[in-house]
């Protein structure tokens, strides 16, 4: 229950982080498209490390459905959603890989 709580905390400050500093008139097309290939790029990588979170890649559709929709700001934020998602993927897996032998009862 903290953990959830926290990382609700996490997420919605990265959120707003990118909200407050990424406008409509400021977000091309290309920078939208390459922050989805980078987001998806680390969406399988947290894949492969079998921690890939349950909604990233529905935040990363929902993306290209905002961007083909023309709200490129809405767009950007859900990258973003996605991309902090898979980070914090990666990291639980990186700590998980490094943490589990403690957990063994002996």
Known sequence: MIMKKLITIIFTAAALT?????SAEQVSVEQFNSA???????????????HEWRDTA??????QAAASEGD??????????AK?????AINQ???????WEGRVVR
């Open 93 to 99: 897996a990186e700590r998980e890989a490094r943490l």
């Open 18 to 22: 990118v909200g407050g500093t990424v």
């Open 72 to 81: 490129l700001d809405k767009a950007m934020k859900l990258v973003a959603e």
């Open 58 to 63: 529905k935040l990363l559709k929902s993306a």
């Open 36 to 50: 989805i290939v980078e987001a998806n790029e680390l969406r399988k990588k947290s894949g492969e490390l079998d």
């Open 84 to 88: 902090f998602q898979s980070e914090a």
